[in-house]
């Protein structure tokens, strides 16, 4: 029974990362941006389901939310206004990519042989501070979600500062394209269309 | 009147409700299940966002004007960082919840300090998620039928 659970769970992870690889080559290739966009999504929600499967539910729940909601249609309002294709460029193929690229993959998968085993007990990330979090969240904290202890309570600051971040990025939108200028906030029209007028 | 996409709004009719009514379980089950302000902040404006694709940005945003939104966005910030100071003058560190209800015996007030400041994060997130989204789709009101 437990063999058979794990090898169905290699089966689901394998096949979860095959499609991210697929999904990942044909936005390479397309030059359709609406279709980028929406592969974009889906690229979410297979990593959102993947997490899952990692028993990382938090991280799920926020790329499915973030990731492949709200980014995807904020991502199509950014694309409907500018043009629907990407410009076609001709790159010649040089060699010299393809021994960088060969390099930089084989540096990183020799890397991967002294990553620690997945769910390894004694890996640096559940040693240390994360068993520190797991002993004394029941104690300190009391609430039975681990993840967001540590999130709101014992980096609290650092969820401060991501708060601030998030506002600075509305307050930058809100002041590249408009609702504070003088026009308050009206459909801005192309330069040349109002000097025609 | 002409009424476009009849199938969709009167699906986002039913789904509305519902979305929030689960952006809000999201909101303040954090502490117990997977979620948080965060999450619950995207999906709350998620609920605006789909009212605004398929209604009509004017329709949404005399539901949520632009000026209701960036008193929210402030707000919110301001929620989380006040209860940082008010932890501070209740004679503890910044965001030491403890300092809330330092009688408890099982730390009522480390519960209570979650539930606000994810208060302020679900209410900053929300209102910034529309507001980008206002910003982008404000300059050209609506998606042309040949891009469906």
């Known amino acids: ?197 | 009147m002409s009424i476009e996409h009849l199938i969709l709004r009167v699906v986002i009719k039913i789904m509305f409700a519902p979305i929030l009514l689960f952006a809000l379980y999201v909101q303040f089950h954090g502490d117990f299940g997977p979620g948080g302000g965060f999450q619950a902040g995207v999906i709350f404006a998620v609920a605006f966002i789909l009212h605004a694709l398929i209604m009509g940005l004017d329709e949404t945003k005399r539901v949520l004007p632009v000026g209701a939104l960036k008193v929210l966005m402030v707000a919110g910030f301001l929620f989380y960082a006040g209860t940082g100071v008010a932890t501070m003058l209740l004679g503890g560190n910044l965001l030491g919840y403890d300092a809330i209800d330092p009688a408890s015996t099982h730390h009522a007030g480390q519960h209570y300090g979650i539930l606000l400041v994810e208060f302020g994060v679900g209410m900053a997130v929300s209102s910034t998620m529309v507001m980008i989204f206002y910003q982008f789709a404000g300059r050209e009101p609506e998606i042309r039928d040949e891009d469906w």
Request: negative net charge; charged residues 15%.
């Open chain 1, 1 to 197: 029974m437990e063999a058979g659970l794990s090898n169905a769970s290699i089966l689901i992870d394998l096949s979860l990362l095959t499609m991210l690889v697929i999904v990942a080559f044909v936005m390479v290739r397309s030059r359709h941006l609406f279709v980028i966009v929406l592969l974009s999504g889906i690229y979410s929600l297979l990593s959102a389901a993947f997490f899952v499967s990692l028993d990382a539910v938090d991280v799920a729940f926020t790329e499915a939310s973030v990731g492949a909601g709200v980014s995807t249609v904020l991502m199509l309002g950014a694309m409907l206004l500018t043009v629907r294709r990407e410009k076609p460029t001709r790159t010649g193929r040089t060699p010299i990519a393809i021994v960088v690229v060969t390099l930089v993959g084989s540096a990183l998968i020799y890397a991967t042989f002294d990553m620690p085993a997945y769910g390894d007990g004694a890996s640096p990330a559940n040693s240390y501070m994360g068993e520190v979090y797991i002993d004394r969240t029941a104690k300190e904290i009391a609430v039975p979600n681990i993840v967001t202890a540590v999130l709101a309570s014992y980096r609290g600051f650092d969820t401060l500062g991501e708060t601030m971040v998030i506002f600075t990025a509305g307050l930058g939108v809100i002041l590249l394209l408009g609702a504070g200028s003088v026009r308050g906030g009206k459909a801005v029209k192309d330069v040349k269309e109002e000097g025609q007028e």
